[in-house]
């Protein structure tokens, strides 16, 4: 690990007050988790049909038991814990610096790592909504159905919160992540390629003092960066020490 570039971050961190926090599948690999589009991720699995068809609106409606099957299988993951990277961002906005996180994660480990404000791009799996009457379930209960999950009120099918291909993304959430973002005084970005749009989009929103990238791999966006650091999210954050909260 480049020790002088994580010293770099601290005094980035150090000197803000608005951090806002963009991650991506990289955070929550560190728990266990697996990506999409790593070597070893799902994106690189043999399958008959490719996970991104399978996750698209289309193959839902079209084959929800097929769907559900993978989405117990691979989506949910209720044995993964908050890592060092989690811990450490709920950490930063207990002392009062990180404004938000915008996540493309959908696994529910910033929450459980302790912040509360996460907007969640793509969704969550913790919530999954009968289209009849509009009835919430955890992932939990997912896991106890067989088959096409169907509402204990009405009957109805249970979708999941998350944003398949072919969806939109929420406009209200949209709206406050391009809110948080506008007013960072400092950008971290960590665990994403850059390459999903539009939630890669938003960086063009950030008009703040400093934007570091943290990834294992390069980007598209390093030569915009003005620190970047190729190592995992988890192992840079431990490194970082919780200024004291501001009066």
Not at 38 to 48: C, I, P
Not at 129 to 137: E, F, L, M, N, P
Not at 230 to 247: C, F, H, L, N
Request: with cysteine; proline share 4%; charged share 20%.
């Amino acid at each position: 690990m480049d020790m002088e570039k994580v010293q770099q971050l601290q005094q980035k961190i150090n000197a803000a007050h608005r951090i806002v926090f963009f991650g991506g599948a990289g955070v929550s690999t560190e728990s266990g988790i697996p990506d999409f589009r790593s070597q070893d991720g799902l994106y690189h699995q043999q399958y008959d049909v490719p996970p991104e068809t399978i996750l698209s609106r289309t193959y839902f409606d079209r084959h929800p038991a097929e769907f559900y099957r993978f989405y117990r299988n691979k989506m949910i993951c209720l044995t993964a814990k908050p890592n060092a990277a989690h811990k450490k961002l709920a950490e930063l906005e207990q002392a009062g610096r990180l404004l938000a996180i915008v996540t493309q994660n959908i696994d529910g480990l910033h929450q459980m790592a302790g912040s509360r404000n996460v907007l969640e791009l793509h969704g969550s799996v913790h919530r999954n909504i009968c289209r009849s009457c509009g009835a919430v379930y955890d992932a939990e209960w997912v896991m106890m159905t067989n088959g096409i999950p169907h509402c204990d009120k009405c009957g109805g099918m249970v979708k999941p919160d998350v944003v398949l291909y072919e969806e939109s993304l929420s406009e209200d959430v949209l709206t406050r992540s391009i809110s948080a973002i506008a007013s960072a005084d400092l950008l971290i970005v960590g665990g994403t390629s850059l390459v999903v749009y539009p939630a890669a989009g938003l960086l063009r929103y950030f008009q703040g003092d400093s934007l570091v990238l943290i990834n294992r791999d390069a980007t598209q966006m390093d030569k915009m960066a003005d620190l970047c650091i190729r190592d995992a999210i988890g192992a840079v954050m431990e490194q970082i020490q919780v200024p004291e909260k501001e009066a």
